[in-house]
């Protein structure tokens, strides 16, 4: 299970920090991946991250913005979002790649807006 | 990067019809393909995966092929519960991406 919270209002050029906690399955085991849906748009790929943690791959779009991460010891996946831009309004879901493909949380929903 | 190009983008049809949805990437990623099925409000649902393996609890209605760059989702006879936006992914990377989506809506 992956449950995303950390999502609400913030204002252009402000920060928000989105969690992820997993349950059910060996964390530290499995690459993460954050994406996200703008109103009325598609999915779009935001980052992954390795299981130990070492390798962390970043969207164009956010690369400079966003920072992905995790703590294996609680099994938590984050994503630091910085310098936030009406572009970023969207709902973030986390996902990890299992034994199959990636599956998603039910996600979080951001706002960027004065 | 690797692009995903699915389409149609809107499909109309009625109950009981045959619906084909295909995704060509634009460089070979195997069977690294899996077919999403989301609704209004809902986090994308998993069909397929690679290429072709119906997840488990999925109907049998849902069908997946292809490999390399070609795809295609069939879903054999539509039915109301099936009304809804589905997307391809690749996972041949780490550097995701997803096809731009396909909308069937009722006829």
């Known amino acids: 299970q992956l449950v995303e919270s950390g999502g609400g209002l913030v204002q252009p050029g402000g920060s928000l920090r989105l969690s992820c906690g997993a349950s059910?399955?060996?964390?530290?085991?499995?690459?993460m991946n954050w994406v996200r849906q703008s109103p009325g748009k598609g999915l779009e790929w935001v980052s992954s991250?390795?299981?130990?943690?070492?390798?962390?791959y970043i969207a164009d779009s956010v690369k400079g913005r966003f920072t992905i991460s995790r703590d294996n010891s609680k099994s938590t996946l984050y994503l630091q979002m910085n310098r936030l831009g009406a572009e970023d309004t969207a709902i973030y879901y986390c996902?990890?790649?299992?034994?199959?493909?990636?599956?998603w949380g039910q996600g979080t929903k951001v706002t960027v807006s004065p | 990067d690797i692009q995903m190009t699915q389409s149609p983008s809107t499909l109309s049809a009625s109950v009981g019809d045959r619906v084909i949805i295909t995704c060509r990437a634009s460089?070979?990623?195997?069977?690294?393909l899996a077919w999403y099925q989301q609704r209004p409000g809902k986090a994308p649902k998993v069909l397929i995966y690679q290429a072709s393996t119906l997840e488990s609890g999925v109907p049998s209605r849902f069908s997946g092929s292809g490999s390399g760059t070609e795809f295609t989702l069939t879903i054999s006879s539509l039915q109301p519960d099936d009304f809804a936006t589905y997307y391809c992914?690749?996972?041949?990377?780490?550097?995701?991406?997803f096809g731009q989506g396909t909308k069937v809506e009722i006829k």
């Open positions: 991250i390795s299981g130990s943690g070492g390798n962390t």
């Open positions: 996902g990890v790649t299992s034994d199959k493909c990636d599956v």
């Open positions: 460089q070979s990623i195997s069977r690294w």
């Open positions: 059910g399955f060996t964390f530290r085991s499995y690459a």
């Open positions: 992914q690749q996972y041949n990377s780490f550097f995701r991406t």
